[in-house]
């Protein structure tokens, strides 16, 4: 196990991230006394995860995962009960030059 101060460290970063890659642990020490130690992490041995909202992921949702929550549940996370809304655009604003004051096409 190699224990460098942070100075020689910082001079030869890459030789021990290098090292932790191998295996190797690294201890870290201010003025002879350890602080730190550099290890790699494992990677990971899986297939990845798959990206988006895992609809093929094989997980059914049941038929009730849409259904409003009971209205007890509500209230004891402290919250109330909305009305559903439909997305509106935003409204439209005339721009304005500001040097000259011109408003634009209405």
């Keep these: 196990m190699r224990q460098p101060n942070i100075h020689e460290v910082r001079e030869n970063l890459a030789e021990y991230l290098a ?11 201010r003025r002879n006394q350890p602080v730190a130690r550099l290890v790699a992490i494992a990677r990971p041995t899986g297939k990845p995860r798959p990206i988006g909202r895992a609809a093929d992921a094989g997980t059914p949702l049941p038929a009730t995962f849409w259904d409003p929550l009971p209205q007890a549940l509500i209230e004891a996370l402290g919250g109330h009960e909305l009305a559903p809304t439909v997305p509106q655009a935003p409204a439209k604003r005339r721009a304005t030059h500001p040097a000259q004051g011109v408003t634009g096409p209405r």
């Design 19 to 29: 090292a932790a890659e191998r295996g190797e642990e690294v201890l870290i020490c």
